[in-house]
């Protein structure tokens, strides 16, 4: 069986990243595997990750397309295809795409967001949270769509806000959960469950909802 290929984009630590590679390890990824790791800025902890991990990694610094947006686009495409991705996934990718990058994978981009989507989009979503005074925070985990985290929302996970939390307390407990939910996503797209109408998301054979289920222990997560 020939499986999905994954292209992950990243901008930084890559703990999203290790998770999803970790899940490929273990097993825990379906029928999936990732193929290619791109960053847009060299030097970051993620390539070393994918290095660690063998997998092909390049640097495609956006600063070298001087602000011409369309070319740093076409270069991700164009490396992406080389290599025959199915899927994309954007795991702490600090960049918008657009529509020439999402046309090339009509339906096949997905984010990882640090906030109960339609809350807090864009930047430091754990931020806006905890200043809003929100008491219950977590990850979203959505189609790309030409606007600012405003794809279909795929699988969602929740955490509290506590009294004495800092941005930093507040972030690593989301990150847990974006570590879980991530590579779960990539897996059900894999076996083909994920389906959409329209806005709603239906994951085919789960029973409950992608909301409550990724709170609760499975025997995956014990393994
Ligand atoms: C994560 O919180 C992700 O949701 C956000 O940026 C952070 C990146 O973390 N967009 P990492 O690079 O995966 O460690």
């Avoid at 097993?27 to 660690?52: D, M, Q, Y």
Wanted: some cysteine; glycine content about 10%.
């Amino acid at each position: 069986m020939i499986g999905l290929r994954v292209g992950v984009l990243v901008s930084g630590s890559g703990s999203n990243l290790q998770s999803i590679l970790d899940a490929e390890r273990a097993g825990r990824l379906g029928p999936a595997t990732v193929v290619l790791v791109l960053s847009n800025r060299p030097g970051v902890l993620a390539i070393e990750r994918a290095r660690v991990a063998g997998v092909e990694v390049e640097v495609i610094d956006h600063r070298a397309f001087a602000g011409d947006r369309a070319s740093f686009e076409r270069a991700l495409v164009e490396r992406l295809l080389a290599v025959r991705v199915d899927l994309v996934v954007l795991a702490g990718f600090m960049r918008l795409l657009g529509k020439s990058f999402l046309e090339a994978f009509p339906g096949r981009v997905v984010n990882i967001h640090p906030a109960l989507l339609p809350a807090f989009p864009g930047v430091d979503g754990q931020g806006q949270a905890l200043r809003y005074g929100a008491k219950i925070a977590g990850c979203t985990v959505h189609f790309v769509d030409e606007g600012t985290d405003s794809g279909p929302v795929i699988a969602q996970a929740a955490v509290p806000v506590l009294d004495d939390d800092d941005e930093k307390a507040l972030a690593a407990r989301i990150l847990a959960q974006e570590h879980r939910v991530l590579p779960r996503v990539i897996r059900w797209i894999a076996e083909g469950r994920v389906v959409r109408e329209g806005r709603r998301v239906r994951i085919v054979g789960l029973g409950v909802s992608a909301g409550s289920h990724l709170r609760s222990p499975e025997p995956e997560d014990e393994a």
